[in-house]
């Protein structure tokens, strides 16, 4: 009786035991998994720095910027320029920068169709709508009047000019 109690009583250490190293392993793993760290925002041109406090190696949203009168919000980068995504997971305290486009006068030659006024703009995220001709399909802008360099939607523009509409 007294050996079956004795087995007993070990056997209760040796299961404590193993609990025990179970919790120990899980908050090792969840603090090293899960642990809040900081990410910062910088945005480059107002040069203010937003700091975020998120869980590590969780997804979460990178925010949104308002464009500006003269530049246009592009995305986020890393210090190295690797362009973030959206959605982004943090693995360490980091540092993200605003990148943005400069806006530039565009205007638009569409030779004989609808006429379009200039826009401010680095991209082709906000040009107008599509110009109408009668009797002609709209092709497409380019940059010059013999229809070689094409605009297309990850185009920059890095001055102000003027893109010719080509009709079909």
Same mark, same amino acid.
């Given at each position: 009786?007294?050996?079956i109690k004795? /087995?007993?009583? /070990?056997?209760?250490? $040796? =299961? #404590?035991?193993i609990a025990s190293i179970g919790v120990i392993l899980f908050l090792i793993l969840n603090y090293i998994v899960f642990r809040k760290i900081e990410m910062t925002l $910088?945005?480059?041109? =107002?040069? +203010?720095?937003t700091t975020m406090v998120v869980r590590r190696n969780i997804y979460f949203e990178l925010p949104t910027l308002e464009d500006t009168e003269n530049h246009e919000f592009r995305g986020w980068h890393s !210090? *190295? *320029?690797n362009l973030l995504r959206q959605r982004q997971k943090v693995t360490k305290k980091d540092t993200a920068y605003a990148e943005w486009y400069t806006k530039h006068a565009i205007t638009f030659e569409t030779f004989g169709g609808t006429n379009l006024s200039p826009v401010k703009t680095g991209t082709l995220k906000h040009f107008p709508e599509d110009p109408i001709k009668q009797g002609y399909t709209?092709?497409?802008? !380019?940059?010059?009047? !013999? !229809?070689?360099?094409? $605009? +297309?939607?990850d185009y920059v523009f890095f001055g102000n000019?003027? $893109?010719? #509409?080509?009709? #079909?």
């Open positions: 009786m007294k050996q004795e /087995r007993h009583q /070990r056997m209760l250490i $040796v =299961t #404590a035991s $910088v945005n480059t041109i =107002t040069q +203010t720095r !210090y *190295n *320029n709209f092709a497409g802008w !380019y940059l010059d009047q !013999y !229809y070689i360099f094409k $605009v +297309t939607p000019l003027t $893109v010719y #509409a080509k009709w #079909a």
